[in-house]
Each structure stands twice: as structure tokens, then as C-alpha cells.
């Protein structure tokens, strides 16, 4: 069950925002959304090994030793290199 006090000199509308985000968090809105409408034993079971692939495709590719992103170096910072005139003017 999800609580959600009123913090001193703060707003309902905040604290509904609060109340929100930790429904999605906990899931509450997608279990109530998946109990909408009845669904076939099978295409519960297809739509679970859908999702399981999903997160296994997803952890295989976040620990690809093949496609580790290189670290780019940090470049100097470059002094601007100004005419013996002075800075440059608009023309």
C-alpha cells in the first residue's frame, strides 16, 4: 500500500505528483492495466517469453565486451590566436 503524507507547506497538486511516481514505480498502474481485459493463457505465456528475451537481449548487449564505448580524451582548451590588430571586428 502506497502512503503519502503532505509535507508542511506543500502543495496538494505536489503531493499528488508524489503519490503518482510512486505508483509507476511500484507498478501499481500496469498491473491494473493488464487486468483491464482478460487474456488468453497462451498469449500470456507468449507475451512473458517475449519479455524475458527482451531482457536477455538487453543484458547480452549492455556486456558486450565488443562494444565497449572508448573514453574520448579530453582536449586542451585553445588560446584564440588573434591578428597583431586585435580582436576581430564585425564586417
Known amino acids: 500500500m502506497i ?3 503532505v509535507r508542511a507547506n ?3 497538486e505536489a503531493a ?3 503519490f503518482k511516481r510512486q505508483c509507476n514505480y511500484s507498478g501499481i498502474f500496469r498491473l491494473a492495466k493488464a487486468n483491464t481485459w482478460h487474456e488468453k493463457r497462451s ?3 507468449r507475451r ?4 524475458r ?3 536477455i537481449q538487453k543484458a547480452t548487449r549492455k556486456n558486450d565486451p ?3 564505448k572508448k573514453r574520448r580524451r579530453a582536449r586542451p582548451m585553445r588560446k584564440p590566436s588573434f591578428s597583431q590588430s586585435g580582436p576581430p571586428s564585425a564586417v
Open 66 to 68: 565488443t562494444k565497449l
Open 48 to 51: 512473458e517469453r517475449r519479455e
Open 43 to 45: 498469449d500470456k505465456r
Open 10 to 12: 506543500e502543495s496538494l
Open 16 to 18: 499528488l505528483r508524489r
Open 3 to 5: 502512503k503519502v503524507q
Open 53 to 55: 528475451l527482451r531482457i
